[in-house]
């Protein structure tokens, strides 16, 4: 069972930054995809960035230019740089590890900015 266990949420004031970070148990992390998705409250859970074991990258429309995913294989952790907070940035952010035949989510961390 692999354990995703994500840290930096927090309160901030729109325009400040956040930097989340998820560490990962799994062994052999350099090898799969891993991805932040949010969910706010009475929507549904959206994928914010994503990075491939090649280091391929991807972003939800809203966020590029503000938001930034890396990695470090080496200590199995992925994160999510945040800048230019806006109010509507407000959910719980969930890490993901992805796999052909593998699914693990983190248990998620708030992030609240405030106007």
């Known amino acids: 069972q692999v354990q995703l266990v994500e840290s930096g949420g927090g309160l901030v004031q729109a325009g400040g930054s956040l930097r989340l970070a998820c560490r990962a148990s799994e062994t052999f992390f350099g090898t799969y995809t891993m991805g932040w998705y949010r969910q706010a409250p009475g929507k549904q859970r959206e994928l914010v960035p994503s990075?491939?074991?090649?280091?391929?990258?991807s972003y939800a429309d809203s966020m590029k230019g503000r938001f930034t995913i890396s990695r470090d294989n080496a200590n199995s952790t992925v994160y999510l740089q945040m800048d230019s907070l806006k109010p509507e940035d407000t959910a719980v952010y969930y890490c993901?590890?992805?796999?052909?035949?593998?699914?693990?989510w983190g248990q998620g961390i708030q992030v609240t900015v405030s106007s």
């Open positions: 990075i491939t074991n090649d280091r391929t990258t």
């Open positions: 993901n590890l992805h796999g052909v035949l593998t699914d693990y």
